[in-house]
């Protein structure tokens, strides 16, 4: 079976030649253990972090390992009783294309609810952060104006139709004109294509009322001008800061975090991990929503294990609107 390993740590901009792909055999599943047929790969921003040797809230991948994550899976051979073949699970496994693993880990997920690879998006991990960032965090009120950026992402896309189920104003930024369009389709209020505008102006202009909430998944330009438009006691969801992930050095200069201090605002980084308790309650309410067509979801979906680096990278270029997925088999 093929497999990705990590060859090099990248600095700055990672690239093709930071992965490498091996052959690779697999002994047969022993008492207890399942081999897996991988279906779909999930590509996530925050695997640039393992990618480099920095200690952060996930271990670093190892050089000459495996790459692994989120991975939707089918049991072609089984000696687990518990996973019988032809079940479908989720978990954190490796960029293999086959591969053998104990039950331990593994979540055996509906296949009649979702398409299966809605496990690594809407009813997975990234919408579980919007879902405990925007309600446990933001905690928007009817009628009070939310802003997401990176709005037309997996999280964000999230984000922004959960606050209007909540009642709120709700204004996105993204990077393309298509992405803001599809954004006024899925209901936003307002989207800004933030590589095309003064933000200071569009912000101004979408949210007249000033800004309650922010769900930031970028940080940088956009968070600067955001910050500057708060309202006295807004709630900041620090989720991500895809902008600076690649980023060799920290920006110095002029800040707007003053303006925390003077509307007396609440800023509040979290991992979604933090919520593992309350991962049945997430689960539950977003399936319930999507089954009741309040939720939509979308998926750019790459097709091919050879795709992988490829769909992770064009994540720093915004290839994908919604979730970036790989379809293996
Ligand atoms: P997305 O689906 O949003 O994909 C990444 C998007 O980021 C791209 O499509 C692109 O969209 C945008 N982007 C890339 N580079 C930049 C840049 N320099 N400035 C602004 N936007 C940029 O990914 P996810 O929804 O999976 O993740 C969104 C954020 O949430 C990430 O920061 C991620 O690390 C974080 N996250 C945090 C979690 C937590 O537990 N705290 C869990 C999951 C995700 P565009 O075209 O708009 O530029």
Not at 96 to 103: L, P
Not at 148 to 162: C, E, K, R, T
Not at 244 to 264: C, D, H, W
Request: aromatic share 8%.
């Amino acid at each position: 079976t093929q497999r990705i390993v990590l060859a090099s740590r990248p600095v700055g901009m990672p690239s093709a030649e930071h992965f490498r792909f091996e052959a690779t055999t697999l002994e047969p599943p022993a008492a207890g253990q399942v081999l897996l047929q991988t279906r779909y790969v999930s590509v996530d921003p925050y695997m640039r972090g393992r990618m480099s040797a920095a200690k952060s809230y996930v271990a670093p991948f190892e050089v000459g390992q495996p790459i692994s994550g989120g991975i939707v899976a089918e049991v072609v051979e089984s000696r687990n009783d518990a996973l019988p073949v032809g079940s479908v699970v989720v978990g954190n496994l490796p960029w293999q294309q086959h591969s053998v693993a104990d039950g331990k880990g593994l979540t055996r997920i509906p296949t009649d609810q979702a398409p299966i690879s809605y496990f690594l998006g809407l009813l997975g991990m990234p919408g579980l952060t919007a879902y405990f960032g925007l309600l446990d965090i933001c905690q928007p009120q009817a009628g009070e104006t939310v802003v997401v950026s990176g709005a037309a992402g997996a999280v964000g896309m999230v984000v922004g139709q959960l606050a209007k189920i909540l009642g709120a104003r709700v204004v996105g930024t993204a990077g393309s004109d298509e992405k803001v369009a599809y954004l006024k389709q899925l209901g936003f209020d307002e989207a800004i294509n933030y590589k095309t505008v003064n933000l200071a102006e569009a912000l101004a202009a979408a949210a007249p009322n000033g800004i309650d909430c922010y769900f930031d998944n970028v940080g940088g330009a956009i968070t600067d001008a955001v910050y500057n438009q708060l309202n006295k006691h807004a709630r900041i969801a620090l989720c991500g800061q895809i902008s600076t992930y690649n980023a060799t050095e920290a920006p110095v200069g002029p800040r707007p975090e003053g303006k925390l201090l003077k509307t007396s605002s609440r800023l509040q980084g979290f991992i979604v991990s933090d919520y593992l308790s309350r991962w049945p309650e997430g689960v539950t309410r977003l399936t319930e929503w999507y089954g009741q067509g309040k939720l939509q979801f979308e998926e750019t979906i790459t097709e091919g294990f050879g795709q992988i680096p490829a769909a992770f990278l064009g994540l720093f270029q915004g290839d994908n609107t919604g979730k970036a997925i790989v379809k293996v088999s």
